[in-house]
């Protein structure tokens, strides 16, 4: 495949990906939880929160009508294209989650929504949350637990395979149950943690389980033929009003010691990966 073609491709995948976010967002249980994410920030009218892993920016946009200085950061210039033609009057940036574009000690609140579990090692992004955190700063990580996705089927069995395989392909699948012990090991203070469980019944959800099923059928765990049966069942439940994903999302907050050690220790050096900060589904 030519470099064009790979281009197109994964423009392809991204709207795909930003259709199916787009449902999920609009939904009030994600509407709440976003929202409580905000509070949780104890955002301070002028102050800069960054939002890592900001796709296509709502979460940008709505910080900012809260009276701070929203910045959203994410690797995938496609997603930031199309943050920046939503959302004209917000800042965007291209980075990644472990080399953020900020100075030590710059930045009041960081937010990651649907991020760490993509990355191999969690914690060198949480050592980057820290080195641009002030003390004091505010810390708020929302993220849904892959192994730990609930769908409603005739073959347990079958669909457990399928969450699972799904799961083991990403970097760190785990890592929403992880967020306290995370941040602990990362020196944050005041740690609490809490669990929202979204309910999905929407046919329009019907693309987050082709994007489980796909990618555990390439990775050989399953047949195509048993890919397709599943899915064709979750098509038959859609249809006839059954269909039912439940999936538990951890919030977890933290602060920044207020006399915290200074950690402009060359880290800030690291060269920048390309891990995307947002899933391959819409949680």
Same mark, same amino acid.
Not at 1 to 5: E, T
């Given at each position: 495949?030519?470099?064009?073609?790979e281009a197109v491709e994964e423009h392809r995948d991204t709207k795909a990906l930003l259709?199916?976010?787009?449902?999920?967002?609009?939904?009030?249980?994600?509407?709440?939880? =976003? !929202?409580?994410?905000?509070?949780?920030?104890? $955002?301070? #009218? +002028?102050?800069?929160? @960054?939002? &890592? *892993?900001?796709?296509?920016?709502?979460?940008?946009?709505?910080?900012?009508?809260?009276?701070?200085?929203?910045?959203?950061?994410?690797?995938?210039?496609?997603?930031?294209?199309?943050?920046?033609?939503?959302?004209?009057?917000?800042?965007?940036?291209?980075?990644?989650?472990?080399?953020?574009?900020?100075?030590?000690?710059?930045?009041?609140?960081?937010?990651?929504?649907?991020?760490?579990?993509?990355?191999?090692?969690?914690? =060198? !992004?949480?050592?980057?949350?820290?080195?641009? $955190?002030? #003390? +004091?700063?505010?810390? @708020?990580? &929302? *993220?849904?637990?892959?192994?730990?996705?609930?769908?409603?089927?005739?073959?347990?069995?079958?669909?457990?395979?399928?969450?699972?395989?799904?799961?083991?392909?990403?970097?760190?699948?785990?890592?929403?149950?992880?967020?306290?012990?995370?941040?602990?090991?990362?020196?944050?203070?005041?740690?609490?943690?809490?669990?929202?469980?979204?309910?999905?019944?929407?046919?329009?959800?019907?693309?987050?389980?082709?994007?489980?099923?796909?990618?555990?059928?390439?990775?050989?765990?399953?047949?195509?033929?048993?890919?397709?049966?599943?899915?064709?069942?979750?098509?038959?439940?859609?249809?006839?009003?059954?269909?039912?994903?439940?999936?538990?999302?951890?919030?977890?907050?933290?602060?920044?010691?207020?006399?915290?050690?200074?950690?402009?220790?060359?880290?800030r050096h690291r060269p920048r990966t390309r891990q995307h900060c947002h899933p391959n589904?819409?949680?």
């Open positions: 495949m030519s470099k064009n073609q259709s199916l976010l787009d449902a999920a967002d609009r939904l009030p249980s994600a509407t709440r939880l =976003r !929202a409580r994410s905000y509070e949780l920030l104890s $955002l301070v #009218p +002028g102050s800069t929160v @960054v939002d &890592v *892993g900001c796709g296509a920016g709502r979460a940008v946009a709505e910080l900012a009508e809260r009276g701070v200085r929203a910045v959203g950061v994410d690797p995938d210039p496609w997603m930031l294209s199309a943050a920046r033609e939503r959302w004209s009057a917000a800042e965007f940036r291209e980075a990644g989650a472990e080399d953020l574009p900020f100075a030590d000690r710059s930045v009041h609140g960081y937010r990651a929504d649907k991020v760490l579990h993509i990355l191999p090692e969690p914690g =060198r !992004a949480l050592a980057e949350a820290r080195r641009v $955190l002030r #003390p +004091g700063g505010r810390i @708020v990580l &929302v *993220g849904q637990d892959w192994d730990a996705v609930v769908i409603d089927s005739d073959d347990a069995a079958l669909t457990r395979t399928i969450v699972h395989a799904r799961a083991d392909l990403l970097g760190a699948p785990r890592a929403a149950r992880q967020y306290r012990n995370l941040l602990l090991d990362g020196g944050f203070d005041g740690v609490t943690v809490e669990v929202h469980t979204t309910v999905f019944t929407d046919p329009a959800m019907l693309s987050l389980l082709t994007r489980l099923a796909d990618p555990a059928c390439t990775s050989g765990a399953v047949s195509r033929d048993q890919a397709d049966q599943w899915l064709a069942e979750q098509r038959r439940r859609a249809e006839a009003g059954r269909l039912l994903i439940a999936i538990p999302f951890f919030v977890a907050a933290a602060s920044v010691p207020a006399q915290a050690q200074d950690l402009s220790d060359g880290s589904g819409p949680t």
